[in-house]
């Protein structure tokens, strides 16, 4: 892999993964208010947890695709967890994207990073469908 490469996967990476990146920041910093707020019987918030967790198991699953990438050689969680945590951040995405309204921009941009997400797992095809191929 050349460096030209890496540094392009690397910006890629964070163009379309910082905005979100804090947004899951965010959303750390309110789950302790969430859980107050169930606590008080308002169970309406937990669709908002449920987003912020698939959002998070997402996350973790394209930064290890990510990681893969650069270092063939070292597998960091199983594929079939990988592919769970990647339809949960599809799922919580996507849920996003259908509860709040966002304008045209917004949208676009997670169009992006639904795609670049798929780019990683092109790239990273045999690391997670490896129990796939095997069959």
Do not use: D
């Amino acid at each position: 892999m050349t460096l030209i490469f890496k540094v392009l996967i690397l910006v890629e990476a964070l163009i379309c993964f910082g905005p979100l990146l804090i947004f899951i920041g965010f959303g750390l910093i309110v789950i302790p208010f969430s859980v107050m707020r169930v606590l008080a019987g308002q169970f309406e918030v937990l669709f908002l947890v449920a987003i912020e967790i698939g959002g998070i198991l997402g996350l973790v699953a394209l930064i290890c695709v990510f990681l893969h990438i650069f270092n063939p050689t070292q597998q960091y969680i199983s594929p079939t967890k990988i592919r769970y945590f990647i339809v949960a951040g599809f799922l919580s995405l996507f849920t996003y994207a259908c509860t709040v309204e966002l304008n045209l921009g917004w949208y676009i941009y997670l169009l992006a990073t639904i795609l670049v997400c798929i780019h990683f797992l092109y790239l990273g095809r045999r690391y997670v469908f490896y129990n796939i191929y095997q069959s």
